[in-house]
């Protein structure tokens, strides 16, 4: 440890620290608050797949990284359960797999704003039923339908609207009643942490770096990884 010490301080004692302020673009508010976004776009893969993914615009999350609610609400959607929006699409045997989260870095969050997202991979039978309910809540978000098949795309989402009840189920409920899930995430996320494999050096530090920007300097090494904090307000 002291020889790596020394050499980060003779390589890098030179470059000089001009005292400026980290940058901000957090005035810059509402990016997504656009017409084209509130749309259902409609993409036509390469490869023969049905996919659709809603995308939500939120307000930047980057200052609750010690309590990571988008990474606890992702834990949520994401569960393959008894009374999971999977576990139900399974049984009409409309979806194959679903997935949501925020990347927590980069284009998916900053200091602009956060997106989060939820993906479901669906079957063909799921992609014949995916419009048959009108959701009105699916104006508040941007939907993107994948599929191979050429045909129109109605107005009503089925399968979506499975994803925004469930959704507006959560909201309902609150996250009072659920601090022992957080706590079940924030176990696992700290045994990950403490057992997981070495990684490569370099980017290691990489990864260190990035941190620093981020978080206090306490918080460096465990910032990305680890839940600290419960807050339902949040």
């Known amino acids: 440890l002291d020889t790596l010490e020394k ?7 030179e470059i000089p620290n001009n005292g400026l302020p980290k940058p901000s673009f957090g005035h810059l508010t509402q990016p997504f608050d656009t017409p084209e976004f509130h749309k259902l776009y409609r993409v036509v893969p390469i490869r023969k797949v049905h996919s659709l993914t809603i995308t939500w615009a939120l307000p930047p999350q980057e200052q ?14 994401g ?4 009374g ?8 009409k045997f409309w979806a194959l797999a679903l997935y949501g989260g ?21 079957t063909d039978e799921g992609y014949k039923h995916f419009y048959e309910v009108w959701c009105p809540a699916a104006c508040f978000s941007c939907c993107f339908l994948m599929s191979g098949e050429n045909e129109s795309v109605p107005f009503c989402l089925q399968v979506a609207h499975v994803v925004f009840q469930y959704v507006k189920m959560l909201q309902k409920r609150g996250p009072d009643q659920r601090q022992v899930i957080w706590e079940e995430i924030q176990k696992i996320e700290a045994n990950e942490f403490h057992y997981q494999e070495q990684t490569d050096p370099v980017d290691y530090v990489e990864n260190l ?3 620093m920007q981020l978080f206090q300097k306490e918080d460096f090494l465990t910032g990305d ?10």
Do not use: A, D, M
């Not at 999971?84 to 049984?91: C, N, Q, T």
């Open 7 to 13: 050499w980060v301080t003779e390589i890098f004692s």
């Open 225 to 234: 990884q680890l839940l600290f904090e419960y807050k339902p307000e949040v």
């Open 64 to 77: 609750y990284y010690r309590v990571k609610p988008l990474h606890y609400i992702s834990w949520l959607v």
């Open 79 to 82: 569960h393959e359960g008894k």
């Open 209 to 211: 770096c990035e941190n």
């Open 102 to 122: 925020n990347g927590e870095t980069g284009f998916e969050q900053n200091s602009t704003y956060s997106i989060f997202s939820i993906s479901v991979t669906l």
């Open 84 to 91: 999971s929006v999977l576990s139900f699409l399974r049984k």
